[in-house]
């Protein structure tokens, strides 16, 4: 049998981080890409074929969009 959590009423600490994740319908449109050459760190490239593995999705696509994100949030 498991313990039952104890809830009480101390103050939460948090941080609130604005949202700068564009809504569902942002996700899905077709822009223009241009091929490039980069060298990616081993580290990072198989982090993303994980994840890309776990999601059923391609990792280039991955990383691709984490990137558009950033250029997006300090455009």
Do not use: C, W
Not at 22 to 29: E, G, M, N, Q, S
Not at 34 to 57: D, M, N, Y
Request: proline fraction near 9%; hydrophobic fraction near 35%; aromatic fraction near 10%.
């Amino acid at each position: 049998m498991r313990s039952r959590t104890k809830y009480t009423d101390e103050p939460l600490e948090m941080e609130i981080i604005p949202d700068f994740l564009p809504p569902p319908d942002r996700l899905v449109l077709k822009e223009e890409n241009v091929k490039v050459t980069i060298s990616l760190s081993r580290p990072s490239v198989e982090f993303f074929k994980h994840k890309a593995r776990e999601q059923g999705a391609p990792y280039q696509k991955m990383i691709r969009r984490v990137l558009d994100l950033y250029a997006e949030r300090y455009r």
